[in-house]
Structures are given as structure tokens and as C-alpha cells.
């Protein structure tokens, strides 16, 4: 009788065993050191370079961390056709961080009133670079654009070209900005009460970031000072040419309106009334009289400083909304 082992296909004899080869120690891997930047004074350090939407990890929206010696924004624009510069940055994982001071997981359980501006900007660009989380480069954009409102005039153009950013991480923000704008504009037809410069200014602070060159718009109210609509009179330079009354008392006989409160904005960001919208303010004020339609208020609409803290003015309370 055959054995079982004899027979083809079935219980196969062992195959003889070679002895292993002999073990090689693994070189260690060490990058090549990136070539300088000629545009950019030695010893000054930048981001790493970007561009690349899927060139950082999901989980690197750790905290903000800074080369030491950077006394720039690190988000230079990259010329067309030339490769950003490769600059080291200490590295600022997540993987470092306490889960509880990570900014999705502060977020979650603080709301997302309690992060900086920077941080929140870093969970929408969601992913970083070799060497720079998410923050990092959130704190470096806005550091680049001074503000909100300056970031959400910027084109698409302009985002996608700095280091790191890259034209999807672009679209991304300029919708979250819009959304934004949006939540401002729904908050408009919802009859708000109006009766403080403060409330006025909240309630077009957001749309108005978005606006490129000056202007005015009227608020038409009830006899309860909340909203019946919001008209725009004119844009571009505002001055007693552009400003009649007619075109701001037309809305307000057509809609009923018990009172109006004019707001216009100054794209230097600068709220301080000129000379121009004190005249302008009077001379409405004079029609208003006579058409018994009264002018509560002309705001005027910046960013906030050290001489206008909360970033507007209110002719009002500046006094100039008296019949001389």
C-alpha cells in the first residue's frame, strides 16, 4: 500500500529549510537639506511649502505653535511657475497634545465660541503641512489678512496662491465666509429690534465685511424700531451728489416706515465720520423734519481699534444728529 505521503498533491514532504541570510543593519534615512529661498533674508524662518490640499493628515489641527524669530505672516504668494521655498518649522503635532486642549475636541465639548480665530480657521483648512499643523497655517492667514473682513474680500485667486492653502483649502473658506454673510442676511428679514447703534452694527457687521467699495444702505422701521426692510441707496464714493434725500425717503414713504437709520461703511476701516457724512447726515435730517420721518441714526462702520473699540461710530452718539 502507498503511503499517504507518496501520493501527489497530498501531505507533501517538507521542503528543505536554507539557513536565513545574514542580517544587514538599516541605514538610517536622512533628507536632503532643502535649498534656500533667494527671496527671503537667511535666518528668517517661513511655513513649509504648500499648495497641495491633500499634502497634510486629518489629525494635525493641534495648537499653534511659531519659529522662533518669525516676525512674519509665513504665507508669501508663490509666483506663478516657481516652486515655494522649503523652510523647517519646529513641529507642532497632535499627537503631543492632551485630547482635552485639542481644538475639534474644545469645540465639541465648549462650543465654538471658546476657540481663537486662528483655530477655527486651521479645523476648516483641516489638514496641515510637514512641520506646521492646521492652526498653525489658520493663525498665519489671519496674521496675512489683518481680519475677517479683509480675508473675506480676498478672491479665490488670491487665497489659492499662498504657501499652503492651494485652491480647494480656498473654496472652502470663502464658502464658510459666505455661509456667514448668509446667516446675517436671514437674520435681516427676521424684523430685529433696532433701537441701540450696537444692535445696528451687529446686525450688519458680517455683510458688511463683504463689501468692496462703500456703501449706504437705509433700515426702514416700525414704530416699535424693528426692521420692515433694508434698502441700498448707493454704492461706491458717498457724497451729497450720490446721497439725495429723495433717494432715501422714496423707500420709506413706499414702505410706511415710522423712522430710518442710515448705514454706510468705510473700507479703510476706519469709522471715523468725515466731514462729508456729517453734512450729508444734516441735510437728512432737515428733509426728515419735513416729511415727519425720523432719522434715528447714521452708523458708520469700520474695524475695530484702539480709538473705536467696537469698530463703528454713531453719529448720535457723537452728537451731530442735532438741527443747527
Not at 529549510?17 to 534615512?29: E, G, K, M, Q
Not at 485652491?167 to 428679514?189: F, H, N, Q, T, Y
Not at 424684523?191 to 451687529?202: E, K, Q, V
Request: with cysteine.
Amino acid at each position: 500500500m502507498t503511503p499517504l505521503n507518496d501520493l501527489p498533491g497530498v501531505f507533501p514532504r517538507p521542503a528543505t529549510l536554507l539557513p536565513p541570510p545574514p542580517s544587514i543593519p538599516a541605514r538610517p534615512y536622512v533628507p536632503a537639506a532643502p535649498d534656500p529661498d533667494p527671496r527671503r533674508p537667511a535666518g528668517l524662518p517661513d511655513l513649509p511649502p504648500g499648495g497641495d490640499d491633500d499634502g497634510g493628515r486629518e489629525d494635525d489641527a493641534g495648537p499653534p505653535g511659531e519659529a522662533p524669530g518669525d516676525d512674519g505672516d509665513g504665507l508669501e504668494a508663490v509666483p506663478p511657475g516657481e516652486a515655494p521655498a522649503a523652510v523647517a518649522v519646529p513641529p507642532t503635532s497632535l499627537r503631543a497634545v492632551p485630547p482635552s486642549e485639542r481644538p475639534r475636541e474644545r469645540l465639541i465639548l465648549d462650543g465654538p465660541e471658546h476657540l481663537r480665530t486662528g483655530e477655527l480657521i486651521g479645523l476648516l483648512l483641516r489638514t496641515g503641512l510637514p512641520g506646521s499643523n492646521a492652526v498653525v497655517l489658520g493663525e498665519a492667514l489671519h496674521r496675512h489678512f489683518g481680519s475677517l473682513a479683509t480675508l473675506g474680500r480676498a478672491s479665490h485667486a488670491e487665497l489659492a496662491r499662498l504657501r499652503g492653502v492651494g485652491p480647494g483649502k480656498a473654496a472652502l473658506l470663502l464658502a464658510a465666509l459666505e455661509l456667514g454673510r448668509r446667516v446675517s442676511r436671514e437674520s435681516i428679514g427676521s424684523a430685529p429690534l433696532l433701537d441701540t447703534p450696537s444692535r445696528i452694527a451687529a446686525l450688519l457687521a458680517d455683510t458688511a465685511s463683504g463689501w468692496k467699495a462703500e456703501r449706504m444702505v437705509v433700515l426702514l422701521l416700525n414704530t416699535r424700531c424693528r426692521l420692515i426692510r433694508m434698502e441700498t441707496v448707493t454704492e461706491g464714493l458717498v457724497d451729497q451728489v450720490l446721497v439725495h434725500p429723495r433717494e432715501i425717503f422714496r423707500p420709506a414713504i413706499a414702505s410706511g416706515a415710522h423712522s430710518i437709520v442710515m448705514v454706510h461703511n468705510h473700507p479703510s476701516g476706519d469709522p471715523t465720520p468725515s466731514e462729508a457724512d456729517i453734512r450729508i447726515t444734516r441735510d437728512i435730517l432737515r428733509a426728515g423734519s419735513l416729511l415727519r420721518i425720523e432719522v434715528l441714526d447714521h452708523v458708520i462702520l469700520g474695524r475695530p481699534s484702539e480709538q473705536w473699540a467696537k469698530g463703528y461710530s454713531s453719529l448720535r452718539e457723537l452728537g451731530h444728529l442735532r438741527l443747527a
